[in-house]
């Protein structure tokens, strides 16, 4: 009960203080300002839209990466009990060429995903300056 009245009085203090910024913030612009802020606020939010795709683009790209090292080492854990060399052979090279094609596609998946972030920021920065 006590944080549920203590919630409502925090939002009510947040909208009652800032109130007369906003007011303050109206009578005071032009249309000049208005424009050019408003292209700054358009860019601002384009790149931070465009940061935290990079970001997760890069941590898509780690977990993928470590799931594939991961793979490799319990399948190369598994070829080393066998004890046929041919069929040990044979494991171990599967094992490193699953890897290799896992990072392969990690790369391709990371480098398409990036080249649309930079495209959709062009795209952005071009629209925000319209």
């Known amino acids: 009960m006590n944080k549920k009245i203590l919630g409502t009085l925090a939002v009510t203090l947040i ?5 007369p910024f906003v007011n303050a913030a109206e ?3 032009n249309p ?5 802020t408003t292209q700054k606020t358009c860019l601002k939010n384009a790149k931070t839209a ?5 970001k997760q683009i890069n941590s898509d790209y780690s977990t993928a990466i470590k799931a594939a ?3 490799k080492k319990d399948a190369l854990a598994a070829a080393k009990k066998l004890t046929d060399k041919t ?3 044979a494991a171990i090279k599967t094992a490193n060429t699953n890897y290799t ?4 596609v990690a790369k391709t998946v990371k480098n398409t995903a990036i080249k649309a972030a930079n495209d959709k920021l062009k795209t952005d920065k071009v ?3 319209k």
Request: aromatic fraction near 6%; charge should be positive.
């Open 15 to 19: 909208f009652v203080a800032g109130a």
């Open 27 to 29: 009578t005071t612009t």
């Open 32 to 36: 000049t300002t208005t424009t050019a």
């Open 50 to 54: 465009y940061s935290t795709t990079i």
């Open 69 to 71: 090292t991961q793979t």
């Open 87 to 89: 069929a040990k052979a």
């Open 101 to 104: 094609s896992a990072v392969k």
């Open 127 to 129: 629209a925000c300056s």
